[in-house]
């Protein structure tokens, strides 16, 4: 699985932006997605996921502000995100978690984009 994070930029505090994260490769194995995110000086943090049936899970500062949804096709995610404060700035990472269920075990494995640069302006 291969995953491309795109639609970051400059935007003033209060704005509205809109990521996107492309995954290719074999998007039919992916169970759940998320949206991490990193600001500078601090570890990686949850943002939101998002589950093949569209269940979704915010972290409580994002909660009411960000919206996480996919495509029909499930191969694209995005992050919808309103109201956006100095705080938010941060590179946003998009995640896969491929399930690999068989008669011994399940495992699970990780995939990350590239990340792309949000910067809130106040």
């Known amino acids: 699985v291969q995953l491309q994070a795109f639609g970051g930029g400059l935007v003033q505090a209060g704005g509205s932006l809109r990521l996107a994260c492309a995954a290719s490769g074999r998007v039919v194995d992916i169970d759940r997605m998320a949206w991490y995110r990193q600001a500078p000086g601090k570890q990686r943090e949850l943002v939101a996921t998002i589950t093949n049936s569209g269940a979704t899970n915010y972290a409580d500062s994002m909660q009411g502000r960000f919206t996480i949804s996919r495509n029909g096709a499930q191969n694209t995610m995005f992050l919808q995100m309103n109201n956006l404060r100095p705080e938010d700035t941060a590179v946003y990472y998009c995640?896969?978690?491929?399930?690999?269920?068989?008669?011994?075990?399940?495992?699970?494995?990780?995939?990350w984009g590239q990340g792309t640069q949000l910067t809130v302006s106040s």
């Open positions: 995640n896969a978690i491929v399930k690999v269920v068989t008669i011994e075990s399940t495992q699970e494995f990780d995939y």
